[in-house]
């Protein structure tokens, strides 16, 4: 029998820390505010407390979506965390978060693509689903908490960043849920954007000061039109790996780094922007976690996907790391 991969639940998690573009403006001295709402579209953005970190996060998001499902933690058979903002650098903030959450039948593992991590744990989890019989449920969860990472004195990266989770179970279906995925990456890139310190190539030792201390940093500038030249590419690829047209694809999520970027792909697509969502506005940006945030934003607001629609996942993080796939919503 023909095992297929659905999407059961999602669910989210944002801290109640709220820091608006007014507190930037007084912390760097200088007016951000007006350059974010015109530029990326960013009012505001949410942080995760002191006593709080990825795995806390990730554990919020993942309640909430086993309970949409009418599961317990004990009916996992596996848990995949996308983060790049992990609790250690080993052991993983999957095995992490297992304990937390007490599932104690779940195998574990961390995917590390940036921020097109929940993007390809998703088609890795449908992919275990459909071709191993004793994996009926998966957990999937984007966790962010870059706000460790920042510096906030760095007007690039500090207006950016904020934290959250979004959290999905996967089940068996008797009926396509998963239907294509596609990647596309261009490690030329990999020295662009990212948190240079505390791994093997450069460790820190405990005479580094703050020049060792872990961060986020653009090194280089992107091309300005990477994602406008690739997501498009990307989305025609997966579509017709899935047999169809971009008109059959009734709702699309891209990463919600930039308002305007969102509004020129679904113009290049020629889509209505009826068909995408977003929420860097209110969350600023999540990373991995965003567009599982987003998707369960949609559907908790009643713009969702409803039952039969194709969705279109795009995501792209820093490497260049990109994926794309189609799902069709069972609801």
């Keep these: 029998m023909t095992r297929y991969a659905q999407i059961l ?9 709220v820091l608006t573009n007014a507190y930037f403006n007084q ?20 942080v995760m407390a002191a006593d709080e970190t990825t795995s806390d996060l990730a554990l919020h998001a993942a309640r909430q979506a086993l309970t949409r499902a009418n599961l317990s933690p004990t009916d996992l058979d596996l848990i ?52 191993d019989d004793d994996i009926n449920h998966v957990l999937v969860v984007g966790a962010y908490g870059m706000s460790r990472f920042v510096d906030y004195t760095d007007r690039y990266t500090c207006t950016l960043f904020a934290d959250g989770a979004g959290a999905t179970v996967l089940g068996v279906g008797d009926a396509p849920g998963f239907i294509a995925g596609k990647r596309f990456a261009d490690g030329t890139y990999a020295d662009a954007l990212g948190i240079y310190t505390g791994g093997a190539a450069c460790p820190i030792t405990p005479i580094e000061t703050n020049g060792g201390a872990p961060r986020v940093q653009f090194v280089r500038k ?13 989305v025609r690829e997966v579509v017709t790996k899935a047999g169809m047209t971009l008109d059959e694809i009734d709702f699309y999520l891209f990463t919600q780094l930039n308002l305007n970027t969102i509004k020129l792909i679904m113009e290049l697509l020629e889509q209505p922007l009826t068909k995408t969502h977003w929420i860097m506005d209110k969350w600023g940006y999540t990373g991995s976690a965003c567009i599982p945030m987003a998707l369960d934003d949609a559907l908790t607001n009643g713009r969702g996907p409803k039952p039969g629609d194709n969705i279109l996942f795009c995501a792209s993080g820093g490497g260049i790391a990109m994926a794309a796939s189609v799902w069709r919503w069972v609801g």
């Design 9 to 17: 639940s999602t669910g989210r998690y944002v801290p109640e820390k």
């Design 27 to 46: 912390i760097l001295n200088r007016d951000v505010d007006e350059w974010l709402v015109q530029n990326v579209g960013i009012r505001e953005r949410r």
């Design 222 to 234: 992107f091309p300005a039109t990477f994602n406008t030249e690739h997501w498009p590419r990307l």
């Design 80 to 131: 995949i965390v996308a983060t790049d903002t992990p609790d250690y650098l080993s052991p993983g903030t999957s095995s992490v978060l297992q304990g937390k959450l007490g599932a104690t039948r779940a195998g574990t593992f961390d995917v590390n693509c940036a921020c097109a991590g929940w993007a390809t744990a998703m088609e890795t989890a449908a992919r275990f689903i459909m071709t």
